[in-house]
Every structure is written in C-alpha cells, then in structure tokens.
T-cell receptor
Framework: EAQVTQNPRYLITVTGKKLTVTCSQN?????MSWYRQDPGLGLRQIYY???????DKGDVPEGYKVSRKEKRNFPLILESPSPNQTSLYFC????????????FGNGTRLTVT | QQPVQSPQAVILREGEDAVINCSSS?????VHWYRQKHGEAPVFLMI?????EQKGHEKISASFNEKKQQSSLYLTASQLSYSGTYFC??????????????FGKGTKLSVKP
C-alpha cells in the first residue's frame, strides 16, 4: 500500500532532550516536506526537500533540522526542543508532476514540557 | 506569502450550500484543496491549475481565477460528512509543479442536522 509513515504518533519529552521524528514514503517520490499545525495557524511549512541531499527552509525552520540521505526517508530533528515546539507535525510527499497531490503521514503529536 | 482563506468558520444546516475562498498576493501555478477531520491527516480533494478551469468532486467543486489569484471551493447540498477544516495550498507559478505548497490558515466547516 502506498503510504507515508511517521513515527512516533505521540511523543512527550522534556526541554532540551534531542529527538527525531522519522518519515518514510514507499512511492519513490522526489519531493518531501514537513509541516507543523497549531490551532488557528493552519499548516506551516518547516522544511522542504526536492531530492536527495537537497533541502530548503520553509516558513518556520528555527529550531529544526532535516536530512535527506535517501529518497524514501526525511527525518525531522529537534536538537534542543522547547515548549513552543509543542505541536502536531505532518510529513508529506509528492511526485511533483502536474495534478499530483500531497500524500500526508498520520501525524506526530509532540509535547515538550 | 501564506494565502488568505475566508471565512474562518461557517456553520451550515444539512442541505445548505457554502463557498470558501482562497486568495494569494503571488502569481500561482496551482491551488490544492484538502479537508481535515480533527486530529487526522489532511485528505486531498482536488487540484486546480492556472488557466481558470473548474473541477468537480461529487457535490464539491472549485474554480481558479488566475487574474485575481483566487480560488473558490463550492460545497452544495452539504452533508454531515462535510464537516471539518478545509485548507487551500498554493504553489507559486514559476513554471512547473514541485510540490512546494504553502497552506492557508483553514476554514472550519460545521454541518448540523
């Protein structure tokens, strides 16, 4: 089944403890991105990747890192999480051709205390 | 750069119609529409490309006015299942799709019996 898999679904952590949210897609998509969703603010793009080793900052990249060493994987790294990074995170991928939609993962709800 | 959606929220009775608008200050290549149920991943509805075409999906259709950089989503004879938050995602018109979407803040639609 074609899908985007995020792990974990829920994560509670403490300020400053490094964490990684994994994202993997099995559709051979070139384009992947990370969004965070907060009430009233919609989906805000954190990082975007056009291909292996090619990444670009989105609208809210501060406090986050990403890597794209393989086409299928696009992990989101929080080196030193802070409470303002408490949010619902979505990974998405797309083929990037005309009429190609974004395929979203199921989301990761992160709480930083 | 984030597109502006209006209204922010709307309450309908079953069978009523609604229009959700999405406006951008940038020249757009495409507009995507997604619906999200609470706590779930956004679900793709449709894509509109520049050229002013109108698309339909069951009783949900949309248009794209390239001159105004505006898209509208039309929901007719609404059903309870239409409840959720609707997001438009815009792709800036640099000549091709790259799956780099910027989303609006969303419109919360509630359909009552």
């Amino acid at each position: 089944e074609a899908q985007v898999t995020q792990n974990p679904r829920y994560l509670i952590t403490v300020t400053g403890k490094k964490l990684t949210v994994t994202c993997s897609q099995n559709m051979n998509h070139e384009y992947m991105s990370w969004y965070r969703q907060d009430p009233g603010l919609g989906l805000r793009q954190i990082y975007y990747s056009m291909n292996v080793e090619v990444t670009d900052k989105g609208d809210v990249p501060e406090g986050y890192k990403v890597s794209r060493k393989e086409k299928r994987n696009f992990p989101l790294i929080l080196e030193s999480p802070s409470p303002n990074q408490t949010s619902l995170y979505f990974c998405a991928s797309t083929e990037g051709t005309v009429n190609s939609p974004l395929h979203f993962g199921n989301g990761t709800r992160l709480t930083v205390t | 750069q984030q597109p502006v959606q209006s209204p922010q929220a709307v309450i309908l009775r079953e069978g009523e119609d609604a229009v959700i608008n999405c406006s951008s200050s940038k020249a757009l290549y495409s507009v995507h529409w997604y619906r999200q149920k609470h706590g779930e991943a956004p679900v793709f509805l449709m894509i509109l490309l520049k050229g002013g075409e109108q698309k339909g999906h069951e009783k949900i259709s949309a248009s794209f006015n390239e001159k105004k950089q505006q898209s509208s989503l039309y929901l007719t004879a609404s059903q309870l299942s239409y409840s959720g938050t609707y997001f438009c995602g815009t792709e800036i018109g640099y000549g091709g799709s790259q799956g780099n979407l910027i989303f609006g803040k969303g419109t919360k639609l509630s359909v009552k019996p």
